[in-house]
């Protein structure tokens, strides 16, 4: 089993900023790729932002240059810079991981922590 746990969830104003942190722990060989789903309410789960653990990133178009995405692969840990927030950017945020277990990939979640952008 693999355990992924969020942190850095919060109340923020429009125009402030937040970095989450997510701990990949557990029994896995490696890491293929880690990212940041979010599920605002009413809404489905979308993608925010992925990265290989080579480094090669991927975001949606609606936060493009507002976050950044980084993996530390020595420490199973990714990252998501959120700066320039905005009251849609509101939502649960996931951290997933697809990992190498026993030979096949993996995939696993964490339970989401808030973010919550309001005046």
């Known amino acids: 089993q693999v355990q992924l746990v969020e942190s850095g969830g919060g109340l923020v104003q429009p125009g402030g900023s937040l970095r989450l942190s997510c701990a990949a722990s557990g029994r896995f060989f490696s890491i293929n790729t880690m990212g940041w789903y979010r599920q605002a309410p009413g809404n489905q789960r979308e993608l925010v932002a992925t990265t290989t653990s080579g480094g090669t990133t991927n975001y949606v178009d609606s936060v493009k240059g507002r976050f950044t995405i980084s993996i530390n692969t020595a420490k199973n840990m990714v990252y998501l810079q959120m700066n320039s927030l905005k009251p849609e950017d509101t939502a649960v945020y996931y951290c997933?991981?697809?990992?190498?277990?026993?030979?096949?990939?993996?995939?696993?979640w964490g339970q989401g922590t808030q973010v919550t952008v309001s005046s």
């Open positions: 997933n991981a697809e990992v190498k277990w026993f030979g096949e990939p993996r995939e696993f």
